[in-house]
């Protein structure tokens, strides 16, 4: 079993950065796949970037490539999302999912979300 808080969502203006956090709690943390997901209102949940159990491979939406940047600590059982140059259309609530397939970029691969931290972006 896998819990997951997120934390570090807020209010930001456009072109400015956020850096969300994510605390998992279980031993078997490091062997996740975790990844980040965004829902928006009105709007289906989506993909937003995944990282493997090893840290060394990442993947992301092409909406967000070269703008956020996933990374973890399994030795803290962290996972991290910076997000820079945030957009108006970034505006959602982000969650934290973990899971066993790669690159686990559909709702169905996900096994634990955590509850999601809003994130508003001003134009």
């Known amino acids: 079993q896998v819990q997951l808080v997120e934390s570090g969502g807020g209010l930001v203006q456009a072109g400015g950065s956020l850096r969300l956090s994510c605390a998992a709690s279980?031993?078997?943390?490091?062997?996740?796949?975790m990844g980040w997901f965004r829902q928006a209102p009105e709007k289906e949940r989506e993909f937003v970037a995944a990282?493997?159990?090893?840290?060394?491979?990442?993947y992301y939406a092409d909406s967000v490539k070269g703008r956020i940047t996933i990374s973890r600590d399994n030795a803290r059982n962290t996972v991290y999302l910076q997000m820079n140059s945030l957009k108006p259309e970034d505006t959602a609530a982000y969650f934290c999912?973990?899971?066993?397939?790669?690159?686990?970029?559909?709702?169905?691969?996900?096994?634990?979300w955590g509850q999601g931290t809003q994130v508003t972006v001003s134009s």
């Open positions: 990282i493997r159990w090893s840290g060394g491979t990442t």
């Open positions: 279980g031993r078997t943390f490091m062997w996740y796949t």
């Open positions: 999912a973990a899971g066993s397939d790669w690159p686990m970029t559909g709702n169905q691969f996900v096994k634990y």
